[in-house]
């Protein structure tokens, strides 16, 4: 399988624990977004790579949300204290060309 | 600042009949992209187009095809005879201003009852 793929696929954790997500994308692909959708919402960017830089991010990653592409191969997303809030599913995407974006099968967070 | 309405939250349409899921955006750029993408069930988005705002011809791919009216602003898809595969979330988003960040749509649900 050569997509995205991301890991785990879901996660139940209680509120005020530390999760974190691994991205791994297209093997030629450069560029590496997250996103998080709520039930019922479009994906709403959270922040994006180009190689192991962290070029941009949204007013929606907190201080308790990190993200890292230490190689600018895969990456993680920590949350940090989790709240209710958080439960969502966190997609990751990849880009050749920052045109079209393809997407992993994201990761279920469930914050109890 | 840039925005994506899909003023259809829902719609259920019999095999075989043509649909039109509707997208208006908003954006103050003059160079942008518009983009439509499907969520199946099983939850993975599917990139389906990419058009530029500088490229105003419709596009047709098999049952697929969009039409782009920058008077209007609107990007419009339309599936012709559907299937009950056509089942999904379909979402319509944009990028502009020369950030990597996209804009989606809150998504169109079309149901193909067989």
């Known amino acids: 399988d050569t997509g995205v793929s991301q890991d785990p696929r879901h996660k139940i954790t209680k509120r005020g624990q530390n999760v974190t997500f691994r991205c791994d994308p297209i093997s030629e692909h450069n560029r590496l977004y997250w996103y998080r959708q709520t039930l019922g919402q479009g994906p709403e960017f959270l922040t994006y790579?180009?190689?192991?830089?962290?070029?941009?991010k949204s007013r929606l990653l907190s201080d308790r949300f990190s993200a890292e592409r230490p190689k600018g191969s895969f990456s993680t997303l920590e949350i940090q204290r989790t709240e209710q809030g958080d439960s969502a599913m966190y997609l990751c995407a990849s880009s050749p060309s920052g045109y079209e974006q393809y997407f992993g099968p994201g990761t279920r967070l469930t914050v109890t | 600042a840039q925005k994506v309405t899909q003023a259809q939250t829902e719609i259920s349409v019999v095999e075989k009949e043509d649909v039109t899921l509707d997208c208006v955006y908003e954006t103050r750029d003059t160079t942008y992209y518009l983009f439509w993408y499907k969520q199946p069930p099983s939850g993975e988005l599917v990139f389906l187009i990419r058009r530029n705002s500088f490229d105003e011809q419709n596009e047709i791919s098999g049952r697929y095809s969009w039409n782009f009216q920058k008077s209007t602003s609107s990007f419009n898809f339309t599936i012709t005879a559907s299937q009950v595969v056509d089942s999904a979330v379909y979402f319509c988003?944009?990028?502009?201003?020369?950030?990597?960040?996209?804009?989606f749509g809150i998504g169109t649900k079309l149901q193909v009852i067989p």
């Open positions: 790579f180009q190689n192991e830089a962290q070029l941009e």
């Open positions: 988003a944009l990028n502009s201003g020369g950030y990597q960040k996209v804009t």
